[in-house]
Nanobody, 122 residues
Framework: VQLQASGGGLVQAGGYLRLSCAAP????????MGWFRQAPGKERECVAA????????YYADSVKDRFTISRDNAKNTIYLQMNSLKPEDTAVYYC????????????????WGQGTQVTVSS
């Protein structure tokens, strides 16, 4: 499954961005998916995850009340709405798909997108 992440960019602190992750020609509606990020010199961390139906979600403490993960199964696409962005949110953001379950553990995910850079200036 090829995942295509988009929507990154440069934004000032306090601004917002919306990331999208699509799987052209493939269905993702049965699978859990997540957004991860990796900053230089740091480990990849889960920002948010969502189960196959969208009924259950997970957020890292650092992004709660600022980020929202959602999915449109008809479009085989997930989204990450990022509000009130902070310089510490600067990282490459990746979407990923878990064939078995869902959650914050990156090693459980089977397919990864190419990443999209998010840079937040102070």
């Amino acid at each position: 499954v090829q995942l295509q992440a988009s929507g990154g960019g440069l934004v000032q602190a306090g601004g917002y961005l919306r990331l999208s992750c699509a799987a052209p020609g493939r269905t993702t509606r049965r699978y859990g998916m997540g957004w991860f990020r990796q900053a230089p010199g740091k480990e990849r961390e889960c920002v948010a995850a969502i189960n196959w139906s969208g009924g259950s979600t997970y957020y890292a403490d650092s992004v709660k009340d600022r980020f929202t993960i959602s999915r449109d199964n008809a479009k085989n696409t997930i989204y990450l709405q990022m509000n009130s962005l902070k310089p510490e949110d600067t990282a490459v953001y990746y979407c990923a798909l878990d064939r078995e379950a869902w959650g914050p553990t990156p090693y459980n995910y089977d397919y990864w997108g190419q990443g999209t850079q998010v840079t937040v200036s102070s």
